[in-house]
């Protein structure tokens, strides 16, 4: 069994890796509302300007590097500024 406190240390890691979110391959969200750790989950919540997106079908953690950490094809229409509340869960087996 993995202990807690080695999960918690690898959500702290990833969260720190996670620079910004890529939405539909070119557009690119790197101000966060919340960007936090709670017991092993990483939980980032971030704004979609309507303005700028009509939907998203693909959405991407990025690092500072802009190497891809985590890709989801998804779909979200974005009718007016939408806020996303987006989880990654760190667990062991």
Do not use: C, H, W
């Not at 890796?17 to 990483?42: C, H, M, P, S, W």
């Not at 690092?63 to 062991?92: C, H, L, R």
């Amino acid at each position: 069994m993995i202990q807690n406190s080695y999960l918690q240390e690898i959500a702290d890691y990833t969260n720190q890796r996670i620079a910004k979110v890529t939405l539909n391959g070119d557009y690119d969200i790197n101000q966060f509302r919340i960007k936090q750790v709670t017991d092993e989950i990483v939980e980032l919540e971030y704004l979609i300007p309507a303005a700028d997106l009509s939907s998203v079908t693909q959405l991407e953690l990025r690092s500072a590097s802009n190497e891809v950490i985590s890709s989801s094809e998804v779909f979200i229409p974005v009718v007016a500024d939408t806020v996303v509340k987006q989880y990654v869960e760190v667990k062991g087996a």
